[in-house]
């Protein structure tokens, strides 16, 4: 079994910054892509960013130049720097792990930003 738990939401004003971070622990053979997504209310969850074991992201269009994904494979962590944050960003945000043969979700954090 995985565990997934992610850290580092919060609320801030249009413009200002903050930074996700998430673990996995547990029986961990092996982690593909680690990645983050969102569900704003009354909306689909949707991709953020992702980054693949040997360095690879690729990142929703709305967030590219203003969210950077990051990966310590060693730690088994994944962040997610989140600079210029728009009201339009507010919503829970999810860490998804998958190790091959199954995708682990976290909890959620909620991220608010206010205009």
């Known amino acids: 079994q995985v565990q997934v738990v992610e850290s580092g939401g919060g609320s801030v004003q249009a413009g200002g910054s903050l930074r996700l971070s998430c673990a996995a622990s547990?029986?961990?053979?092996?982690?593909?892509?680690m990645g983050w997504y969102r569900q704003a209310p009354g909306k689909q969850r949707e991709l953020v960013a992702r980054i693949t074991s040997g360095g690879s992201t690729n990142y929703a269009d709305s967030v590219k130049g203003r969210f950077t994904i990051s990966r310590d494979n060693a730690k088994n962590t994944v962040h997610l720097q989140m600079n210029s944050l728009k009201p339009e960003d507010t919503a829970v945000y999810y860490c998804n792990v998958d190790v091959f043969i199954q995708n682990y979700w976290g909890q959620g954090t909620q991220v608010t930003v206010s205009s």
């Open positions: 547990g029986s961990i053979p092996s982690i593909n892509t």
